[in-house]
């Protein structure tokens, strides 16, 4: 096997582990194999080991991977800033966009969304652990947006991202991720038919399934440590 299928076969069984310690069921939760910067040929060697869904961060970079690797048929998940002038490049290439923090960019994507394509998969980025740097909306403003976003034929609101700040105590990991779920929880209750919980990450996965992760995102523990500097 090659280094990447073994580190896949780790991650999945952290995940199956931490399903059974929540008292969820087997395959409640989806890998989103997080491949920014990493080169084709690791996710080739994750396709090759079962693995189907990959997430960028880096418009450029992934639009060359997605060409050169489409025989394949990965399923992409943009997971980064979203530039406005990026929002055409973005709705054409990719599956599933995490990321979406203003009314602006749903809209672009929505009018960028071909007609021969399915809608495009959205979630809301919420900023759950309060820094002013971090991108997502500030808790409350998901319900303005996601009324924005329902309207929008080419979009289907999927659910809630968010990218807390990193902490090793493991109860403030589950508050900022038991947000979130309250948050969707709301949402649904409005009306909405949120499915997706896109939390959780290498360090933390464990915290995000037991508060209802649907889809985790994970980097390093994958492929390893990324050695170029991240904007
Ligand atoms: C890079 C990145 C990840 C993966 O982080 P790791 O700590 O390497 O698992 C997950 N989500 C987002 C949005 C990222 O940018």
């Given at each position: 096997m090659t280094t990447i299928a073994l580190t896949l076969q780790a991650v999945r069984a952290r995940i199956e582990r931490a399903l059974l310690t929540a008292g969820r069921r087997t395959g409640d939760v989806s890998l989103l194999a997080?491949?920014?910067?990493?080169p084709e040929s690791y996710i080739e060697d994750a396709l090759n080991a079962g693995q189907k869904a990959f997430g960028e961060s880096y418009v450029q970079e992934a639009v060359k991977k997605i060409t050169h690797l489409a025989r394949l048929s990965p399923e992409w998940h943009f997971i980064g800033p979203i530039?406005?002038?990026?929002?055409?490049?973005?709705?054409?290439?990719?599956?599933?966009?995490?990321?979406?923090?203003r009314e602006k960019v749903a809209a672009r994507l929505n009018a960028a969304r071909a007609d021969d394509l399915p809608p495009l998969n959205v979630c809301i980025q919420?900023?759950?652990?309060?820094?002013?740097?971090k991108s997502g909306v500030a808790p409350g403003q998901e319900r303005e947006l996601a009324r924005?976003?329902?309207?929008?034929?080419?979009?289907?609101?999927?659910?809630?991202?968010?990218?807390?700040?990193?902490?090793?105590?493991?109860?403030?990991q589950r508050r900022r991720y038991a947000l979130l779920r309250e948050m969707k929880d709301a949402l649904n209750a409005e009306g909405h038919a949120l499915d997706t919980l896109s939390m959780g990450m290498s360090d933390d996965l464990e915290a995000a399934i037991a508060e209802g992760a649907t889809i985790v995102r994970v980097g390093t523990a994958i492929f390893g440590t990324r050695e170029t500097l991240e904007a």
């Open positions: 997080v491949s920014k910067t990493f530039q406005s002038n990026k929002t055409a490049l973005i709705a054409g290439h990719f599956d599933w966009v995490h990321s979406i923090e919420v900023n759950v652990s309060g820094e002013d740097s924005a976003i329902a309207s929008l034929p080419r979009l289907r609101l999927r659910g809630l991202m968010a990218i807390p700040e990193p902490t090793a105590d493991v109860a403030r």
